[in-house]
């Protein structure tokens, strides 16, 4: 599969659905749910209102005409309404609580604040402070603890009261820890589909690259063969006519082999096309069929080459073939006439050593111009191996590649 394929497959991981404030993340909540996160302060306001009505209940009735009774309403009217801070402020309002509950405990007409079990949920849910959370919840059972085992009578229904002190505390703290987990796993989703938007990229721009590389030594090496032979069929049209009908034959032979490369290379980007329908790709083996081409135009060759091409990986054989094609390219665009090609290839168990290099006048790549020596040595490089262009010591251009063989073997 192309890294252009692996970029199309990437498919995008499902957003969790997590909780909203007060904890609710199943879809059986989804009525109840919408409504508090929408109003949250509203909600509150709701729920202060349900607990001093059912502190008023729970005391049966105040004499607001003494001073303690007067109190007493106006300290239940604060603790109550406190609660619209509980999601803010969870801490200070549990402690305010605790001490109007104790205070209103003290009064002979009062028992204590409804408004505490609200606020020890919200200490669980709300408190980001795990010690402060236990400690606040800590202090208001031994609250609870005196006032119904030791003050009390210690029964059955006073121990289950006690115990849901700890009992609120605790399903808020795990709706918390819930909504945390929640949240860091729609956190790391959230990141992994950032890295594999960038990943897609990342492939789709190698192999635009790659795509530009070889339509650039498709198009670059068959256009100048085109180019050289029909210059000479122009030349001797009227002197030799049956040379030019042979340059021509090679005008048509190298665009026929341009437009077989070229098509190979389009049917590897179609998708659902199957790798046993497409035509191998050029390597070793084929270089000699390479240099004939090449040699039809007027250039002197001389292939040397040591060791077999059979055990090459297929990028490194495609590599090596693409190197000396675009170097045989540019001897014939840059040159001048009549110049000694010299191909030195060295394969071994390890690596391939190439040498491409000729007697022509000056540098074969002169600076600023095409792509072709940047593609050679992007070649070198993916495949872990480097490239050198540069005069050479006697005149001309060399090329020089060095392309290891253990870490591509495919």
Do not use: C
Not at 98 to 116: D, N, R
Not at 162 to 167: E, F, I, Q
Not at 235 to 264: F, I, S, Y
Request: net charge neutral; charged share 20%.
């Amino acid at each position: 599969m192309s890294s252009l394929q692996a970029a199309q497959s990437l498919e995008t991981p499902p957003k969790p659905r997590w909780n909203s404030d007060d904890g609710f993340s199943s879809t059986s909540w989804e009525p109840l749910r919408r409504p508090v996160e929408r109003w949250p302060h509203q909600f509150d306001f709701l729920v202060a209102t349900l607990s001093f009505s059912l502190t008023l209940a729970m005391w049966g009735g105040v004499e607001t005409g003494s001073v303690a009774g007067a109190g007493a309403l106006l300290l239940a009217f604060v603790g109550n309404f406190a609660l619209l801070w509980r999601r803010s402020h969870p801490l200070q309002v549990h402690a305010l609580l605790l001490v109007a509950s104790v205070i209103t405990q003290i009064t002979p007409e009062t028992k204590g604040l409804f408004a505490l079990s609200f606020s020890l949920y919200s200490l669980g849910r709300y408190t980001a402070d795990d010690r402060a959370s236990l400690i606040g919840m800590l202090v208001a059972l031994a609250y609870v603890s005196i006032d119904l085992l030791v003050l009390g009578s210690p029964e059955a229904g006073n121990v289950i009261a006690a115990s849901l002190v700890m009992l609120l505390w605790y399903a808020g703290r795990r709706l918390r820890f819930r909504g945390e987990y929640l949240r860091i796993l729609e956190e790391r989703a959230m990141y992994l589909e950032r890295e594999r938007s960038v990943e897609a990229e990342r492939a789709v721009a190698k192999e635009r690259t790659r795509i530009a590389r070889e339509l650039h030594d498709i198009v670059a090496h068959q256009v100048s063969l085109m180019t050289v032979q029909a210059g000479a069929a122009r030349t001797v049209a009227t002197t030799d006519p049956e040379a030019a009908t042979r340059a021509m034959a090679a005008v048509e032979k190298a665009g026929r082999q341009a437009l077989t490369e070229m098509r190979h290379l389009l049917d590897v980007l179609r998708p659902g096309r199957l790798e046993k329908e497409l035509g191998p790709q050029p390597g070793v083996e084929d270089l000699p069929r390479l240099v004939d081409e090449v040699r039809e135009t007027g250039l002197s060759i001389t292939l040397h080459r040591g060791g077999s091409s059979t055990e090459l990986p297929r990028r490194v054989d495609l590599a090596v073939y693409r190197i000396v094609q675009e170097s045989l390219t540019n001897v014939m665009k840059h040159a001048g006439s009549d110049p000694q090609v010299d191909i030195h290839i060295e394969i071994s168990r390890e690596s391939v050593a190439l040498t491409v290099s000729d007697d022509g006048q000056g540098s074969s790549a002169p600076a600023g111009i095409g792509h072709g020596i940047t593609g050679m040595r992007e070649r070198a490089e993916l495949l872990g191996g480097s490239l050198q262009a540069r005069s050479g010591p006697n005149g001309g251009f060399l090329i020089r590649a060095v392309l290891p063989v253990g870490d591509s073997r495919s």
